[in-house]
């Protein structure tokens, strides 16, 4: 069974840095692609950024060139590196993974806030 743990929200003042992680337990398909999105309250969940099997990043227009996405395979995690985080970042994070035969399957982590101050 798969199983995805995110770890690293808190608060931070805007302009500062936060480091997510994703660890990621079970069996996840190394040619599937994993992603971060997130949740604003009573929005739906947007992509935030993806990173294919081959390490090809993908990231949302708001986050680029602030965010960096990458993935530790010997240690099954997914970092996402923030900064020059901004208020309007605040919201809910969630990893997420793709995986089986096809990568039509889809996990999700439980979710980690992050809330950016003024």
């Known amino acids: 069974q798969v199983h995805l743990l995110e770890s690293g929200g808190g608060s931070v003042q805007a302009g500062g840095s936060l480091k997510l992680s994703c660890t990621v337990s079970g069996y996840i398909y190394g040619t599937c692609a994993m992603q971060w999105y997130r949740q604003f309250p009573g929005k739906e969940r947007t992509l935030v950024a993806r990173?294919?099997?081959?390490?090809?990043?993908r990231y949302a227009d708001s986050v680029r060139a602030r965010f960096t996405i990458s993935r530790d395979r010997a240690k099954n995690t997914l970092p996402l590196q923030m900064n020059s985080l901004r208020t309007d970042d605040t919201a809910v994070y969630y990893c997420?993974?793709?995986?089986?035969?096809?990568?039509?399957?889809?996990?999700w982590g439980q979710g980690t806030q992050v809330t950016v101050s003024s």
């Open positions: 990173i294919a099997a081959d390490g090809t990043t």
């Open positions: 997420a993974a793709n995986s089986g035969r096809t990568c039509g399957d889809r996990y």
